[in-house]
T-cell receptor, first 112, second 113 residues
């Protein structure tokens, strides 16, 4: 396995609510990316964190926000949930050479 | 930004045959191309990758080729086995500032025993 963990495994929310997803990166990796994977699609880049700062963002609205902590673990927060936010949310721990990315098991979010 | 196209979307092969999946990318600055295998309900698992300074890489039954001029790369699986059945994703890494992967839409490979 990759050593990348995510919690929770599954989550059910209703429209308008807020959610926080968590990720612990592989030991020694100081960069983490978050991806959204809708059913039947490839993962889409949300944003990346490096040393506690956002270091790039994909085409997602500001209600998607994140944090990275001194131990390099990370959170993804989504406000004002919409039905289309239902997806598998993956975090990826990025190696020190900045290319190889190892995915966690994901959090399956369902918005009703 | 980067755009990755992947073909075919589905592929069925007989056990023991070879499978080939092809991807094209648009950003000439992309320099790293991983392939992931995703089984149903599981995380994408890195199976092989190639960097832009290499034309071909092989790992047992799996190989990847890269043509930088044509901006395409391919995954080759030989002697396929039923456990190779999964969805395969290609991706390209844009190194401009942030290191984001752009993925293809995936290929569902079915290996028929």
């Amino acid at each position: 396995e990759t050593g990348v963990t995510q919690s929770p495994t599954h989550l059910i929310k209703t429209r308008g609510q807020q959610v926080t997803l968590r990720c612990s990166s592989q030991s020694g990796h100081n960069t983490v990316s978050w991806y959204q994977q809708a059913l039947g699609q490839g993962p889409q880049f949300i944003f990346q964190y490096y040393r506690e700062e956002e270091n790039g963002r994909g085409n997602f609205p500001p209600r998607f926000s994140g944090l990275q902590f001194p131990n390099y673990s990370s959170e993804l927060n989504v406000n004002a949930l919409e039905l289309d936010d239902s997806a598998l949310y993956l975090c990826a721990s990025i190696s020190r050479n900045k290319d190889t990315q190892y995915f966690g098991p994901g959090t399956r979010l369902t918005v009703l | 930004g980067e755009n990755v196209e992947q073909h075919p979307s589905t592929l069925s092969v007989q056990e023991g045959d070879s499978a080939v999946i092809k991807c094209t990318y648009s950003d000439s600055a992309s320099n790293y191309f991983p392939w992931y295998k995703q089984e149903l309900g599981k995380r994408p698992q890195l199976i092989i990758d190639i960097r832009s300074n290499v034309g071909e890489k092989k790992d047992q039954r799996i190989a990847v080729t890269l043509n930088k001029t044509a901006k395409h790369f391919s995954l080759h699986i030989t002697e396929t086995q039923p456990e190779d059945s999964a969805v395969y994703f290609c991706a390209a890494l844009s190194g401009a500032g942030s290191y984001q992967l752009t993925f293809g839409k995936g290929t569902k490979l079915s290996v028929i025993p």
